[in-house]
């Protein structure tokens, strides 16, 4: 059974930096990566990484968040700097299985402080 465990989120203020970290088991990964939503909007791509290490970012997230994956401990990371009010949202990890079957966490609460 897959699980994916996310940690990191909390509350910053403008300008500020945040970590978050997906744990995921109970399978092997392809594509692992962190979408977000915010209240009264749709969930959208923040930023998803590869095996290989091929990295993709929404244009939001580009020269601000580093996405990074740690392979033999099945966890992605998002290194979140010069947060924005408008990065607020429920982060959510997700995780592709080799076999192309998607998985979710329950996400984790990022609020930005203006």
């Known amino acids: 059974q897959v699980q994916l465990v996310e940690s990191g989120g909390g509350l910053v203020q403008a300008g500020g930096s945040l970590r978050l970290s997906c744990v995921a088991s109970?399978?092997?990964?392809?594509?692992m990566g962190w979408y977000r939503q915010a209240p009264g909007k749709q969930r959208e791509l923040v930023a998803t990484?590869?095996?290989?290490?091929?990295?993709n970012y929404a244009d939001s997230s580009k020269g601000r968040f580093t996405i990074s994956r740690d392979i033999p401990k099945n966890t992605v990371y998002l290194q979140m700097n010069s947060l924005k009010p408008d990065d607020t949202a429920v982060y959510y990890c997700?995780?592709?299985?080799?076999?192309?079957?998607?998985?979710w966490g329950q996400g984790t609460q990022v609020t930005v402080s203006s």
């Open positions: 109970g399978s092997i990964f392809s594509t």
């Open positions: 990484i590869n095996r290989g290490g091929s990295t």
């Open positions: 997700n995780a592709v299985t080799l076999s192309g079957f998607p998985s």
